[in-house]
């Protein structure tokens, strides 16, 4: 069957080409259409690999000329100008001492360590953690590092690398620091008017450190020897009055002298007895008394003896011309300072001629 022949032109009469069986058409307007699945060879006959392999279906997969101008052929020397090839192998070129110094895993472990010195917010604190070493700036004067407000500037230690910190103001440890500044001040003034005393006393102290040298070698032990010249004695003085004051018990009150200077003395008195002692045998000593304890005896030979009585200790002899003792004649007193009658004799040329006494304790 024979089919009919249309001739079709556009809309200026110009007839509608067909190239080998194909009409040629021209999308108006740059518009696209759908014309199904094509197969696309390259100059030469050369299929467009897509969706094959590893590359995604639909994506066109290209395969670039070893002659490209943009990469240069392969094994090109390295160019930091050239092509992109030439740059990569200069890179690549530069790389490789690294590599084989062990450069690249030094940083490799550096940006390992790095990245654990990151903590998050409330992260957990774990055993072996890492983290950076902060360091400061020695400044044995503390001086203002920093430019203005708002600039950074580093930490400041001391000489032995303690950290200057300063306290903010309104915090309880700026309230005890206050308090310790205002008794600090109190302590300085304190220790002015205290060194004023003390150096009024380190005086005084030489004065008396002078005063202790005189008295040094003032004291004596027991049966200490006395040495005329050399030896140094405190000098006791006393009192002189017309009459005696009086003190009242448990008083202290100075020395009585006359006015002679020499001391008195009054032996306190608590009581006593009168006594009348007899010798029986002429030239045998007696008693005074029984044990008898007192402070001290006076003693009178009787007014009516006509011999003499001596007074001594015991063995004390009357003869007037070889005996002992204190003699005495009819009528005279002798008074002893003594704690116990019994300690004194009496012996007579008479025999029953005696003495009277009186003794007070």
Sequence with gaps: MAFPKVKLSDNSGNAVGVTSNALDVNIAG?????IGDVDMFLDGGTAVLGGAGDVAAGVLRVTIADDDP??????????IDGTIHGQLRYIANGLAPLATQGTLSSIQTINTYIAGAFKAEDAAHSSGDVGVHNLGVRNDTLAALAGTDGDYAPLQVNAS???????????????IIDTLETTLTAIETDQAAIEVL???????????????????????????????GSSKHLLVGGLYQSSMQSVTDGDVAPFQVDANGVIKVAHAIAGGADGVTTVSSAGTDVELASSTA????????????????????TGVDATEATGTGVILNAGDTYSLEINNLNLIYIDSTVSGEGVRYTYFT
């Design 30 to 34: 740059g518009a696209t259409i759908d």
């Design 70 to 79: 943009h990469f240069g052929e392969v094994g090109a020397s390295a160019d």
């Design 161 to 175: 690398g303690a950290l200057y910190v300063d306290i903010a103001d309104g915090g309880q440890l700026d309230t």
């Design 198 to 228: 003390l150096t009024g006393m380190d005086s005084d102290t030489d004065a008396i450190r002078g005063y202790l040298s005189n008295l040094n070698g003032t004291q004596y032990q027991d049966d200490a020897n006395w040495t005329d």
């Design 294 to 313: 007192c402070k001290k005896v006076d003693i009178q030979a009787q007014t009516d003896n006509t011999g003499l009585i001596a007074v001594g200790f």
